[in-house]
């Protein structure tokens, strides 16, 4: 059966470093979102990607946050200079048209946990 | 704005109880209404769905009903297993809105 692909599944980095984060969605679909999930509750999208075009980028901290999808298939999602409050579990998923299809499924991978020391 | 407000856990059930986690929201329009769970170690994945009011969402022995008179769309399943301990989360979205995710219940299944 066909995943989303995150990597790494871990990472630890100290404050004011960047990191940087790879997924890779499921074979053929044009919708990538990226999600944050604070320990304890639930995931808050912070970009949205059709193809390469962002189509919904409102909850990113654009300061410290990029996002891109540049052959519109796999994404990275970086972090430049990271803090203390981005320890999170950074989510990815994928659907097949997203868009207007609300009930589109998502799809999510397995995560990348962050710690920031 | 939307939003969803689901039960507060840890529940704790012995395997075979009947399982209630409640789930309410506020929307403006005609959401379509999910539950999803993650087990340990692993991302999200879409148990059920309903897309209009009196759907009825079933998936693994889970439910769940869109009822919009009382704003809730409560999962429910009449005997718990060890393998269905995870984290469940509600979540809606609409038309004018992306998908907004409740803060999640974790469930733990005593053998």
């Known amino acids: 059966e066909a995943e989303v692909a995150q990597s790494p599944r871990y990472k630890i980095t100290e404050k004011s470093q960047a990191v940087a984060f790879w997924c890779d969605p499921i074979?053929?679909?044009?919708?990538l979102y990226w999600y944050r999930q604070i320990l304890g509750q639930g995931p808050e999208l912070l970009v949205q990607?059709?193809?390469?075009?962002?189509?919904?980028d409102s909850q990113l901290p654009k300061d410290r946050f990029s996002a891109e999808r540049l052959k519109g298939v796999d994404s990275t999602l970086k972090i430049q200079p990271a803090e203390l409050g981005d320890s999170a579990m950074y989510l990815c998923a994928s659907s097949l048209e997203g868009g207007q299809a609300i009930t589109d499924t998502q799809y999510f991978g397995p995560g990348t946990r962050l710690t920031v020391l | 704005g939307n939003s969803v407000t689901q039960m507060e856990g840890p529940v704790t059930l012995s395997e075979e109880a009947f399982l209630t986690i409640n789930c309410t929201y506020t929307?403006?329009?005609?959401?379509?209404l999910f539950w999803y769970v993650q087990y340990p170690g692993e991302g999200l994945q879409l148990l059920l769905k309903?897309?209009?009011?009196?759907d009825k969402g079933s998936n693994k022995g889970f439910e769940a009903t869109y009822r919009k008179e009382t704003t809730s769309f409560h999962l429910e399943k009449g005997s718990v297993q060890v393998s269905d301990s995870a984290v469940y989360f509600c979540a809606l979205t609409s038309s004018a809105s992306k998908i907004i995710f409740g803060s999640g219940t974790r469930l733990s299944i005593r053998p």
């Open positions: 929307a403006t329009g005609y959401p379509s």
């Open positions: 309903a897309t209009k009011a009196d």
């Open positions: 074979s053929g679909h044009a919708t």
């Open positions: 990607f059709q193809d390469e075009s962002v189509v919904d």
